[in-house]
């Protein structure tokens, strides 16, 4: 991932995420939530709240004593894709995109080099289980949220992670639909018996 002008990290900088496990340690305000919030970012997330900020532009790095506030903020993220695990990418090793946002608000995405709209990476990282609104991205207060919850909102997340809430809501819009149906079945009874 390559960060510049994204809140703290007013330098260029690079991180690789290396097979297995990688941790980020430091000292306290040293930027290791930043990172995370790096990446949420560049996957589409549209709420400033979730980055703990006011709005979308706070996260350009706004200056230090000694370094002038910047004017924009850029996120590229590198995708290995040499397993073609992301769909419409087939025939790509690499997936790359980012995002790029300017003080007066104006942004842009880029998919392998081309502009594209939010919605395409929306679309990119459906069902891969990394979009924007994934339980792969958990932050602190979601880890208070879930261990003060209820064991049915837990039960929710779990639904949620393993991908049964889609068909949940689906079984409903079907039931509602048969309902509704048996309902003009009845009536239809009722007419043909008035008929005859
Ligand atoms: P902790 O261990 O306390 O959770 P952390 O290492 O996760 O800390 P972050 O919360 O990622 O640290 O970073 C906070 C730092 O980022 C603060 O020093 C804050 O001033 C700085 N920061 C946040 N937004 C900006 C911005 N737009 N421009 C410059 N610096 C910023």
Redesign the pocket.
Known sequence: MEIVGF??FADRTKIEFDQGVTAVV??????????V?SLRWVLGEQSAKALRGGKMP???????EKRRAMNFAEVTAYFDNSDHYLAGHDDEDEVIISRRLYRNGDSEFMLNGKKCRLRDLHELFLDTGLGRDSLSIISQGRIESVFNSKPEERRAIFEEAAGVLKYKSRRNETESKLKSTQDNMDRLEDIIYELN
């Open positions: 809140k703290s430091g000292p306290n305000g040293s930027g290791k939530s930043n990172i919030e706070d996260v350009i790095f706004s200056g230090t």
